[in-house]
């Protein structure tokens, strides 16, 4: 099986963000003068981002990809977060949302089968999956294989013994490899891996950790705009069909206003927004 790391171009690092506070600083629009870098990003004014519930999630760790999957032998494109960074944002090609936390990798064709969507976890990640009822999507790991059967889901594995699924609204399949047991999991319900067994718990669990910064690394500017519109419950995002496929890196705060990112994005990438009611356009700049 060959691996390749995803695709790179006009990558534009948070040099963005200097250029903004520079420019907030040259106009006197800055709090104060002493005021660290970004706190003003921070204020009680700025309208939170991502207020939306989530679709999915699930959240694995400690696992590596050195066994037999369903996935076919062909390229997997690599998505890897750092050590200590951000929550990592990409979307999939049918549209699904992963968030990777820190160390953690995750493995996926460019292109799903027509009858399946599947992927490859490492560490820990939360996931916004399109529904599709004629593609199921599959999660493997080294301990279980998830299925998402309904909408919303937590997972979380601390050791390769260890394993927690949360379900959050819907309901999800839960294989248990070594035995083979399989549970389905409905909503405010908990499958835990323990003695080699699954259990089942009543429980509920938060997924607010994963928003407070959210990178964006080599995303295009589509993806960009769609992931932020999912988590944002008034002014929306346009991206110009001419530059919508244009890349770019940079971290945002949960508080960041949808107009302070318009302007970052439009700074790296030397292009111009413009606002309508309760939409900001992004294009190429005239």
């Known amino acids: 099986m060959v691996f390749k790391e995803k695709k790179q171009e006009n990558t534009v690092i948070d040099l963005a963000w200097d250029h ?21 990003l921070q204020s009680n004014t700025l309208k939170t981002l991502f207020v939306a519930a989530v679709l999915i999630a699930c959240i694995f760790s400690g696992w590596y990809f050195t066994r037999k999957t369903n996935l076919p032998d062909k390229e997997l494109l690599v998505l890897y977060n750092e050590v200590n960074a951000p929550t990592l944002a990409t979307m999939l090609e049918d549209g699904s949302v992963i968030y990777l936390s820190e ?10 089968a027509e009858d399946k969507r599947e992927v ?28 998402v ?16 699924l949360s379900v959050r609204e819907g309901v999800v ?17 908990t499958v835990l891996f323990d003695s080699e067994q699954l259990q089942l718990i009543k429980t509920t669990t938060g997924f607010d950790e994963y928003f407070k910064r959210i990178l964006f690394k080599d995303e295009h500017l589509k993806n960009v705009a769609a992931i932020i519109n999912m988590h944002s ?13 244009r890349a770019i890196t940079f971290t945002l705060s949960e508080k960041s206003s949808i107009a302070e990112i ?25």
């Open 120 to 147: 490859i976890l490492q560490g820990e990640a939360f996931f916004e999956i399109k529904k599709q009822s004629e593609r199921p999507f599959f999660i493997d790991t080294d301990l279980a294989r998830v299925e």
């Open 233 to 245: 419950d008034s002014i929306k995002l346009k991206i110009d069909p001419e530059i919508e496929q």
């Open 20 to 40: 903004l506070y520079q420019r907030l600083e040259k106009d006197g629009l800055l709090p104060e003068k002493n005021v660290v870098k970004h706190n003003f």
């Open 262 to 286: 318009a302007e970052v994005i439009c700074l790296a990438l030397e292009l111009e927004h413009a606002r309508q009611k309760n939409t900001i356009y992004i294009s190429k700049q005239k």
């Open 103 to 112: 160390q953690a990798s995750l493995k996926y064709p460019d292109h799903f």
């Open 173 to 189: 399949r839960v294989t248990q490899k070594s035995r083979r047991q399989a549970l389905s999991v409905k909503t405010g319900e």
């Open 149 to 164: 059967v309904g909408t919303s889901f937590n997972v979380k594995s601390d050791h390769r013994s260890s394993f927690l």
